[in-house]
């Protein structure tokens, strides 16, 4: 586990939450809809392109025809911005895309944004098109910049752009995200958050998460006062990492780290707000189900403690000390 100094990106965990998994929940365009449902009833497609604006989906639509058409093993994912040279046409690509599958399964090559591929990597998967016909491979590729690609490959895919997602439509997925989250907010600070980042639906979705504190959608995060709960969950996740990770047995560090914390809370520790605390240790992907179970225990006591600095400490000890008493 990564100690995150001042992240409160929280690992994205609403964007993989909430990648629509089928064409019921992508917002396309209707032509464009049609005709990936009629591929998928097909159970074919031909070699595709997706190109257009960051977060319009075009990852998304490709992961949903790779499930619906192929599987694991008949699959080959590569992302053109890392890996650029012709040696992953000549070595990886091309030669997955040689070998046919034992049964009617489409062999399904995915390169994410093949305009990273340098022009020669790009040319030599032109001869590759003219034979993968015949094996039932197919190539689906993605791009922001269609000029990147060479007019010869261009002319060998089925192109469709992505045009960017209208507010209501970002609103609308917006709303559904956060009622299913059983969020509080107003619509006034989603439609805040969707000018601000639109029309790029990732950074709309990564943003709102970021602004949820104690299941409540805060937009302007510089009224809250929380930098004393960011230096209290940093030393936390500290001793998580301890714990857990490195199976530190030295009890003495984390006496020491818990003074640290006592120092921070301070001479008025009702002033702290826990839950916002407990709120980053649950959602941090890196953080074992284990030790959120325990956490969620002492969130719910955090309501009725009369002492909630107590019931906090009582939280940690009991995940750094005692981790087993469930
Ligand atoms: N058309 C869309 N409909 C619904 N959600 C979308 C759409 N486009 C993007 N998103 C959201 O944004 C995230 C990023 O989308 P992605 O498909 O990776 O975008 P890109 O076009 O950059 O490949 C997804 O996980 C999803 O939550
Ligand atoms: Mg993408």
Not at 272 to 286: A, G, K, L, Q
Not at 292 to 312: C, G, L, P, V
Request: glycine residues 4%.
């Amino acid at each position: 586990m990564k100690v995150q100094i001042n992240d409160p990106n929280l690992k994205n965990y609403w964007l993989e939450k909430y990648r629509p998994q089928s064409l019921d929940e992508i917002v396309l365009d209707e032509n464009t809809k049609m005709k990936m449902k009629e591929y998928i009833d097909m159970k074919d497609i031909p070699h595709l392109l997706f190109y257009g604006l960051p977060g319009t989906g075009k990852t998304t639509i490709s992961y949903i025809l790779i499930n619906a058409l192929s599987d694991i093993d008949n699959s080959l994912i590569i992302n053109g911005s890392d890996n650029r040279g012709i040696d992953t046409v000549r070595n990886i690509i091309n030669p997955f895309l040689e070998c046919s599958s034992m049964d009617d399964t489409k062999r399904i090559a995915f390169i994410d944004e093949i305009d990273g591929l340098t022009p020669d990597a790009q040319m030599s998967l032109k001869k590759i098109f003219e034979d993968t016909g015949r094996i039932g491979s197919r190539i689906i590729a993605t791009c922001n910049d269609i000029h990147k690609i060479q007019p010869a490959i261009q002319s060998r895919f089925e192109i469709y752009y992505f045009k960017p997602l209208d507010d209501n439509e970002i609103l609308k997925r917006c709303k559904y995200i956060l009622d299913t989250e059983n969020i509080q907010y107003t619509e006034n600070d989603v439609l805040s958050i969707i000018s601000k980042f639109k029309p790029d639906m990732r950074d709309v979705i990564k943003n709102m998460n970021k602004l949820i504190i104690n299941r409540r959608l805060v937009y302007d995060i510089t009224k809250m006062n929380i930098a004393k709960e960011e230096t209290i969950l940093q030393i936390i996740l500290q001793m998580f990492d301890n714990r857990f990770n490195k199976n530190n047995q030295d009890q003495n560090f984390y006496r020491i780290m818990i003074t640290k914390i006592h120092e921070i809370i301070g001479t008025d520790p009702e002033r702290i707000n826990y839950m916002y605390i407990f709120n980053r240790i649950v959602i941090d992907e890196t953080i074992a189900y284990s030790v959120k179970i325990i956490i969620n225990k002492y969130m719910i006591n955090d309501q009725k403690a009369m002492i909630k600095s107590a019931n906090f400490m009582a939280g940690i000890y009991n995940v750094i000390f005692y981790p087993n008493n469930i």
